[in-house]
């Protein structure tokens, strides 16, 4: 039998134990070709739509709104965060197992990261310089966490719940809203603090569910977890669709 011939349980079981793990997760499509359902489930794509959940909250604190900017912050974060930072936890610190197994090589995934950081900076070096140069700080600061985060760098130093909640709550509320702007406010921060506690909670259930799910033990507090973060994640997206809607109908007029 050919490797294109063999049933696909096989081909599941030549990997990794975590890959089939990963391969049950409520976020990964149960139907199609192995390959397409590993893919769609290294996006994370709950989590990712809390980060660009995030951007779109801070460009909607603005006081105008431009609509490009707001595709703009979308478009940078999910090639960035959804893509890149993704493909890099893929491949993972030294010692970490890696969560998809081997199905994608590491230099497939250096690949997908390269290229997708290629494209968030091209649009994100546009903006900076025609329209908001403070993003340059967003920019840094965000590229250091996407290495040093996902691959440990540092002896996993930056690998903590803080500086998760940090880079992936706090600084995408803070990029959409200097991207509208080029500029922060008291009430940004304060809103950017709030999504990094919410980042928090979903950090913290999190490795629990995973630790729990990789076991097999507990499945009624897994079932727990997994309702903890399908509500995090949704109630942050819901939370930016009501915003959108709340600028498209009612916009902010100045006070008297």
């Known amino acids: ?138 920019a840094l600061l965000e590229g250091f966490f996407l290495f040093a985060y996902n691959l440990e760098w540092f002896s996993g130093r930056f690998h903590t719940d803080f500086w998760f909640a940090f880079s992936w709550g706090v600084l995408p509320v803070a990029a959409g809203y200097i991207l509208q702007t080029n500029a922060i406010t008291m009430h940004a921060c304060i809103i950017a603090g709030a999504m990094g506690l919410i980042s928090l909670v979903e950090i913290n259930a999190s490795r629990p569910y995973k630790a729990l799910k990789k076991s097999g033990e507990l499945p009624s507090h897994q079932d727990r977890y997994e309702m903890i973060l399908k509500s995090v994640s949704f109630s942050v997206m819901l939370i930016a669709i009501g915003m959108i809607l709340w600028r498209l109908t009612s916009p902010i007029l100045p006070f008297n």
């Open 1 to 138: 039998m050919s490797q294109e011939e063999e049933p696909e349980h096989d081909q599941i079981a030549k990997h990794m134990e975590p890959k089939r793990d990963r391969l049950s997760e409520w976020f990964v499509p149960q139907f199609g070709p192995l390959k397409f359902r590993i893919a769609v489930g290294l996006l994370f794509l709950p989590y990712t739509g809390m980060v660009l959940s995030y951007t779109t909250i801070g460009s909607m604190l603005s006081p105008v709104i431009y609509w490009d900017r707001v595709i703009a912050i979308l478009a940078i974060y999910f090639f960035s965060l959804g893509i890149a930072a993704h493909a890099l936890d893929a491949i993972g610190g030294a010692s970490e197992v890696k969560p998809w197994g081997t199905h994608f090589t590491q230099k497939a995934l250096w690949a997908i990261a390269a290229i997708a950081l290629t494209f968030s900076y091209s649009i994100g070096i546009y903006y900076i310089v025609s329209a908001a140069p403070w993003l340059f700080i967003i």
